[in-house]
């Protein structure tokens, strides 16, 4: 099992930035990647940003060049650095993981809002 973290969600002015933290507990050798998926009111969960136990990197077309993605050295805290947000990346952000046999856990989630 394993157990997820998140912090560092709030509210700011269109333009400005965030970064959001999540701290994994458990069994953390099994984490094959670690990925933030954010839910906007009304609508589904959508992948933001992943990054696998090598280093690599995906993310969702709309935070590409804006968003960062990055683990922590001890390889179980994975950050999200949010520049230039917009009012359409407000919601609901959540971390999740997947491990070696293929279980998906998430975290509690972190409110963003972002104003005009």
């Known amino acids: 099992q394993v157990q997820l973290v998140e912090s560092g969600g709030g509210s700011v002015q269109a333009g400005g930035s965030l970064r959001l933290s999540c701290a994994a507990s458990?069994?953390?050798?099994?984490?094959?990647?670690m990925g933030w998926y954010g839910q906007a009111p009304g609508k589904q969960r959508e992948l933001v940003a992943e990054i696998t136990s090598s280093g690599s990197t995906n993310y969702a077309d709309s935070v590409k060049g804006r968003f960062a993605i990055s683990r922590g050295n001890a390889k179980n805290t994975v950050y999200l650095q949010m520049n230039s947000l917009k009012p359409e990346d407000t919601g609901v952000y959540y971390c999740n993981a997947v491990d070696s046999l293929s279980r998906t856990y998430w975290g509690q989630g972190t409110q963003v809002t972002v104003s005009s």
């Open positions: 458990g069994s953390i050798f099994r984490i094959n990647r």
